[in-house]
C-alpha cells in the first residue's frame, strides 16, 4: 500500500505539472483583445488611413496570424520601408516608416516622343505617389518589355535618385536602348511541303534589307513572332495538316545585333473531309439549314481547313439569329479514319438565359441613351451572344469611340446574366482642310465637324468649297437618336454658286434645305426617305448655244428621294469583308422639268491575303426628264473625282461645242487593292493600288458632241492617319481618255482633329 501511496503521488505531481504547462501553452496561443492601436513614424500618412490599411479595430480580437496578416497587408501598400508590430498589455503599437514621396520624373535616353509615351504608359511609379523598390522593379521590367516589342533588345536601365527635404525623392530614369535587334535571317526547321520563301510571305516578320528603310519588321519584336505562329500554324490548318505543331520560335544571335529567327514546325500527314453529318433537335425543322447541308456537300473530300469549319459555325449563328433560335449551342466531334477527318455538328437547345442588367462604362460626354438605341438586345430579353456582338459593332460604327469592349457575367439568379459594356470616347470634333491640284484649276476646302455634340451623338458639319468656277456651302446635322429613340433624322442647308461661263457657258446660284429620316426595313437592309426644296437661277453665257441659252431663267423645284441601303460589311469603317448594296432614286413633285435621277452602287471587300484588303465596286447613274424637255443644267450628271480619279469633275463627257455639259448616264468601275504595311507605325499608314474604269454618255441633242471611248486610270493612294489628324494623298496617271478630257494628276487632303 505504501508503495502504491507514493507513486499515486508523483503521477498527481506529474500530471499536475503537464496541465500547467499546458494551460500555459494554451494560453499564449489564445486571442488577446486589443483595447488601443497606437501608431508611431507616419508624417504623411494619417493614423485613420493606417487604420483602414491594417483591417483592426478597437476592441477586435487578435492572434499571431492576425499579427504577420497585418504587417503584410501594411508592406502590400508600398507606402512604407519598414513596419514593426507588437501587441503589449492589450495595447497594438504600429512603428512604420514611410517610403519616399516622388516629387518629379525624368526619362533621359529617348527621342522618340512616341516611343517615350508607349513606354511609360501605365507604369506604377508617378508624380506625388510613393516610391518603392519594388514598384521600381516591375517598372523596369514593363520598359525593357515595350523596348523588346519595338526591336530594342539591349536595352539597360539605370535609376538614379535624388533625395530632397521633408522625405522626397526625384527619380532619374537613364535609359540606354542599345542599338535594334535586327533579324538577318529567317530559318524554317522541319518544313518540307513549302519553300521557305513562300512562309516568309506568310509572316509579318522580315529579314533586314538596307531597302526596307522605313519598315519596322526587319526588327525583332516578340508580340510579332508570337503572331507569326499563328499565321503559320492557321496556314498548314487550312492546308489539310490537321495535327501541325509550330513546335518552337526562338532568336538565335548571329553577330553583334543581328539575330537567326528559327520557326520549328512538325507538319505531319495532310487531312481531307470526310464525311458531315449535321444533328438537330427533334422539334426543329430540317428545311432551315438547308444552306448548311449546301456547305457540307462543297467541302467533302476538299483538303480539311480550320477556316472552312469556322464558316459553318458562322452560318449556324446566323440561321440562329433569322430562325430566332435563342438558345442554341453547337458542338464539333471529330473522328479520323486513315486521312478522313469525319464531322458531327450537333445543335442542342442549352438554357435560356436572360439579360438582367446592362451596364454601360465609359461614356464622361456621350449619353448613355446614344449607346442603348444601338443595341439589338435589352434588359429582359432572352441572352444572345450573337446579338450582343452585333450590338457592339453597331456601337463602333457611330465612329465617336476609340474603343469598345464588353463582359458577361452571372446574375443574381442562376438563369440570369449581366453585359458591361465599356467604351473609350475619342475627340469627336475635326478641322478639315484640304486642296487638289490639276491641270485645269485648283479646289481649296475648309470644314468644321462634331460627331458627338452635347454627347447626344448629333453629327453636325458645316463645310466650304471654294473652286476656280464654284463656291458651295453647306450645314448638316444627323441626328441617330431622334427624341430618344432609335430613329435616324437628317436635315440641312446649302447654298451654292456656280461660275462656269467661261468653260461651260453658264453660271448657276442655288439654295435651298432638306430634311430625312432613316430606319430598319429588315435584318441589315434599311429604307431611307428625304425630301428637298431648293430655288436655282440660272445665267448663260452671250457666246452660249441657243440650246443652253434656253435654260436661263428661275426654277423652283421640291423632289422626294427613296434610297435602300443592303449592308452586309463587316465593319463600316476599315472594312475587310462582306458587301454593300445601294440603291437611290430622285422623284419631282413639283418641278420645272421633271427629272428622274437613280442611282446604284455596289462595294464587295475581301481579304485576299494577309494584310491586303481588295474591294471591287460598281456604280451606275442615270438622269432623264419626264418631259419632253432637257434636263437643267444643274442636274447634268458628272462622274465624281474620287470615282474616276485622274479626271477633273467635269472634265469627262458630251460637249456642246467647247462647253461641257454633262450627261445623262454614267457608269464607273473601281477596283482597290492595299499594299503591305511599310511603316513602324503600320496601323495609321494605309497604301493602296487602283484601277477606275468609266465613261459618261447620253445628252438630249443627238448632234452635240458625245464621245463612247471609255475613259480609264491607275494610281496609287496614300492614307496616313496622323497625330494632328488624316492626310490623303493620290497619284492617278490616265490610260485611256479623248483629247478634249482634263486631267489631274494629284490631289492631297489634310484635315486635324480637336
Do not use: C, H
Request: glycine residues 6%; hydrophobic residues 35%; charged residues 25%.
Amino acid at each position: 500500500m505504501y508503495i502504491n501511496l507514493k507513486m499515486f503521488k508523483i503521477l498527481t505531481l506529474t500530471s499536475a505539472k503537464i496541465l500547467f504547462i499546458s494551460f500555459f501553452l494554451t494560453s499564449n496561443a489564445l486571442t488577446d483583445i486589443v483595447k488601443k492601436i497606437q501608431i508611431s513614424g507616419n508624417e504623411r500618412i494619417a493614423n485613420e488611413t493606417i487604420i483602414m490599411f491594417a483591417k483592426i479595430k478597437s476592441n477586435n480580437d487578435v492572434n499571431e496570424d492576425d499579427l504577420n496578416r497585418i504587417l503584410k497587408d501594411l508592406y502590400d501598400t508600398n507606402f512604407f520601408k519598414n513596419v514593426s508590430i507588437n501587441l503589449d498589455q492589450n495595447v497594438l503599437n504600429i512603428f512604420v516608416e514611410e517610403n519616399p514621396l516622388i516629387e518629379n520624373i525624368e526619362y533621359n535616353g529617348i527621342k522618340s516622343k512616341t516611343l517615350l509615351n508607349e513606354i511609360t504608359k501605365n507604369l506604377n511609379l508617378k508624380a506625388r505617389s510613393s516610391y518603392s523598390d519594388i514598384l521600381f522593379r516591375n517598372d523596369k521590367n514593363k520598359i525593357i518589355s515595350k523596348l523588346k516589342n519595338a526591336g530594342y533588345y539591349f536595352s539597360n536601365i539605370e535609376l538614379e535618385k535624388v533625395d530632397l527635404e521633408d522625405n522626397k525623392v526625384d527619380l532619374i530614369f537613364n535609359i540606354d536602348i542599345g542599338d535594334k535587334a535586327k533579324i538577318k535571317k529567317i530559318s524554317f526547321v522541319g518544313n518540307k511541303i513549302y519553300k521557305d520563301s513562300k512562309l516568309r510571305g506568310l509572316i509579318v516578320s522580315e529579314e533586314y534589307k538596307f531597302w526596307k528603310f522605313i519598315s519596322g519588321k526587319k526588327y525583332l519584336n516578340e508580340s510579332l513572332i508570337n503572331f507569326d505562329r499563328r499565321l503559320l500554324k492557321n496556314f498548314y490548318l487550312n492546308k489539310g495538316y490537321y495535327d501541325v505543331e509550330i513546335n518552337s520560335s526562338f532568336a538565335k544571335l548571329v553577330n553583334d545585333n543581328q539575330f537567326e529567327l528559327i520557326f520549328s514546325i512538325d507538319a505531319k500527314n495532310k487531312f481531307y473531309f470526310g464525311d458531315l453529318e449535321l444533328k438537330l433537335p427533334s422539334d426543329y425543322e430540317a428545311s432551315n439549314f438547308n444552306k448548311l447541308q449546301e456547305l457540307f456537300v462543297e467541302i467533302k473530300n476538299k483538303p480539311y481547313s480550320i477556316n472552312a469549319v469556322e464558316d459553318i459555325i458562322d452560318e449556324i449563328d446566323n440561321i440562329a439569329i433569322s430562325e430566332q433560335y435563342e438558345s442554341i449551342k453547337a458542338t464539333v466531334s471529330e473522328n479520323i479514319v486513315d486521312d478522313k477527318i469525319n464531322l458531327v455538328f450537333e445543335i442542342e437547345e442549352t438554357t435560356k438565359f436572360f439579360v438582367e442588367k446592362i451596364n454601360i462604362f465609359g461614356n464622361n460626354i456621350t449619353r448613355e441613351n446614344v449607346i442603348r438605341n444601338q443595341l439589338y438586345i435589352d434588359e429582359g430579353d432572352p441572352f444572345n451572344e450573337i446579338l450582343s456582338n452585333k450590338s457592339i459593332n453597331e456601337i463602333k460604327s457611330l465612329n465617336i469611340f476609340r474603343d469598345v469592349n464588353y463582359e458577361i457575367f452571372e446574375g443574381e439568379n442562376e438563369n440570369s446574366k449581366v453585359i458591361n459594356i465599356t467604351v473609350e470616347e475619342k475627340p469627336t470634333g475635326e478641322i478639315m482642310a484640304g486642296a487638289g491640284f490639276g491641270t485645269d484649276g485648283e479646289v481649296i476646302e475648309f470644314g468644321i465637324k462634331e460627331n458627338n455634340y452635347l454627347g447626344k451623338g448629333l453629327k453636325v458639319e458645316s463645310n466650304l468649297s471654294l473652286g476656280t468656277d464654284k463656291i458651295t456651302g453647306k450645314f448638316d446635322v444627323i441626328d441617330p437618336n431622334f427624341n430618344d429613340t432609335s430613329k435616324l433624322v437628317n436635315y440641312g442647308i446649302q447654298a451654292s454658286e456656280t461660275d462656269k461661263l467661261t468653260r461651260f457657258g453658264y453660271k448657276s446660284k442655288k439654295i435651298g434645305g432638306l430634311f430625312g429620316t432613316k430606319f430598319e426595313f429588315f435584318e441589315d437592309v434599311k429604307l431611307g426617305i428625304q425630301g428637298s426644296s431648293f430655288i436655282e437661277d440660272i445665267e448663260t453665257a452671250s457666246t452660249a448655244s441657243e440650246r443652253l441659252k434656253k435654260q436661263a431663267g428661275d426654277y423652283f423645284d421640291t423632289y422626294i428621294n427613296f434610297n435602300l441601303d443592303y449592308d452586309k460589311r463587316n465593319q463600316k469603317f476599315q472594312t475587310s469583308d462582306g458587301f454593300r448594296s445601294f440603291y437611290s432614286v430622285d422623284l419631282p413633285i413639283l418641278s420645272e422639268n421633271y427629272t428622274v435621277t437613280n442611282f446604284y452602287n455596289y462595294k464587295i471587300f475581301s481579304e485576299l491575303y494577309e494584310n491586303n484588303i481588295t474591294s471591287l465596286g460598281f456604280s451606275l447613274k442615270t438622269a432623264n426628264s419626264l418631259t419632253d424637255d432637257d434636263i437643267k443644267l444643274s442636274e447634268r450628271l458628272y462622274i465624281p473625282q474620287k470615282q474616276l480619279r485622274g479626271f477633273i469633275n467635269g472634265g469627262v463627257g458630251p460637249k456642246d461645242g467647247d462647253d461641257f455639259i454633262g450627261g445623262n448616264y454614267y457608269a464607273v468601275i473601281n477596283l482597290n487593292s492595299s499594299l503591305p504595311q511599310v511603316l513602324p507605325n503600320s496601323q495609321n499608314f494605309e497604301v493602296a493600288t487602283f484601277v477606275d474604269i468609266g465613261n459618261l454618255w447620253g445628252v438630249d441633242d443627238p448632234s452635240l458632241d458625245t464621245s463612247s471611248k471609255i475613259r480609264s486610270s491607275v494610281g496609287i493612294g496614300v492614307d496616313w492617319f496622323t497625330p494632328v489628324g488624316p492626310m490623303s494623298f493620290s497619284l492617278a496617271q490616265p490610260l485611256t481618255k479623248e483629247k478634249t478630257d482634263k486631267t489631274e494628276t494629284f490631289r492631297f487632303n489634310l484635315g486635324t482633329t480637336f
